[in-house]
């Protein structure tokens, strides 16, 4: 990525090794030692600081989409944020502005993605139906209709639960809960229409 101009100007003016140190607090019981991870992200939110690219939206939706197209290809135990940064062209310390760990980012890609794909469900012909069973069954034209614009580049949520075996706990949990959510709006829509054709062999509208 090339150097800022005013970060090349800043990193001039320093002693090599300076900006790895953040600023010294007096040591006693309120204040502690200041921890290598504290030190490692004062770091890179210098750098952000500096190269002018931090605070802005814009910033945070590139680091977004750059994730979003990682996660999907490698999942996440593949993606890692240099792997992010990169693709973004953006620095860590933007990243670490934005989001203080990679669960972070992931957890907030993940409700980006799925406030996005949900927009698209709800400007269906079936949110104006007044009878349910004619509703339900629009839903299932509409989600066909638009499944380019839904799943074109595969499905996240999919993606993560497949990988987050053995990964995040944290992750784990906020996937789960998108997926009880998922299975409980759907009951809802499609009981009506396995109701009214209700037999023997016919399922709930939770299996």
């Known amino acids: 990525m090339p150097e800022s101009p005013r ?3 800043v990193f001039s003016l ?3 090794g300076s900006l790895l140190k953040p600023p010294i607090l007096p040591r006693n019981s309120t204040n502690p030692p200041v921890s290598e991870k504290t030190k490692f992200h004062f770091t890179y939110r210098l750098v952000g600081i500096f190269s002018g690219e ?3 939206a814009e910033t945070r939706e590139k680091l977004l989409d750059a994730a979003e197209c990682l996660l999907l290809a490698d999942g996440y135990s593949g993606t890692s944020v240099d792997a992010v940064c990169e693709k973004a062209s953006m620095t860590k310390g ?3 502005h934005h989001f203080k760990t990679k669960e972070d980012l992931a957890i907030a890609t993940l409700e ?3 406030a996005r794909n949900g927009a698209i469900l709800a400007e269906g012909p079936h949110t104006t139906a007044s009878d349910p069973i004619d509703a339900a069954l629009l839903y299932i034209r509409h989600v066909g209709d638009s499944t ?3 799943w074109a580049s595969g499905c996240l949520v999919g ?25 409980e709006e759907h009951a809802k829509l499609f009981a009506p229409l396995l109701a009214h054709h209700q037999s023997s062999d016919t399922p709930t509208a939770d299996e």
């Open 7 to 9: 970060l090349a100007t």
């Open 94 to 96: 933007s990243l670490y």
């Open 159 to 183: 993606s993560l639960s497949m990988d987050l075996a053995a990964s995040s706990d944290r992750m784990q949990a906020c996937v789960e809960a998108m997926f009880k959510g998922f299975v």
């Open 148 to 150: 380019e614009r839904l």
């Open 14 to 16: 320093v002693k090599p």
């Open 54 to 56: 931090m605070g802005t």
């Open 112 to 114: 980006r993605w799925l």
